[in-house]
């Protein structure tokens, strides 16, 4: 049986301009931003694998989603993962939970929501696991190894 649930991607950047896809040339400030996914699919939390594999350059197919510009530009560090298992769509839930300070649009094509991509000027980690409980999951941690110079 595959995994499903929704995940929390945090990454770091020293301050960016990147182009993502039709939003265009997006300016991100320095800082930590947390990208709220979800992973009902087929494929379920595979899909995690995905972005650490991206992020580490093993991609023969051009970036799909917003997410995968960020994952595929040496401005940006994937620091951590933090996902947890459910059935339920909760990934809206979970961003609003985490507020709106943000990349407008980022993320959420498919739904009402304002943005899927949250800033921080602080490591949001501990952040991130207690909105997955507060959204009635259990947060697991997801080894990143760094194959890039990071934080």
């Known amino acids: ?47 995690v694998a995905r972005h650490i594999r991206l992020f580490h350059g093993d991609s023969t197919s051009p970036p799909r989603w917003h997410i995968d510009y960020l994952l595929t530009d040496n401005q940006f560090v994937l620091e951590r993962v933090i996902s947890a298992e459910t059935t339920e769509r909760l990934e809206c839930t979970l961003a609003q939970r985490l507020g709106y300070d943000g990349v407008k649009g980022f993320g959420c094509s498919d739904c009402r929501c304002t943005t899927h991509l949250l800033y921080r000027k602080e490591n949001p980690q501990g952040e991130c696991r207690r909105a997955l409980t507060d959204c009635g999951c259990i947060p697991v941690e997801i080894h990143v190894p760094h194959g890039r110079t990071g934080v």
């Open 1 to 47: 049986m595959v995994e499903k649930g929704i995940y929390c991607l945090i990454l770091y950047t020293e301050g960016a301009i990147a182009s993502v896809g039709a939003l265009g040339e997006v300016v991100f400030p320095a800082g930590w931003y947390i990208y709220v996914g979800s992973a009902l699919g087929p494929g379920g939390l595979a899909r």
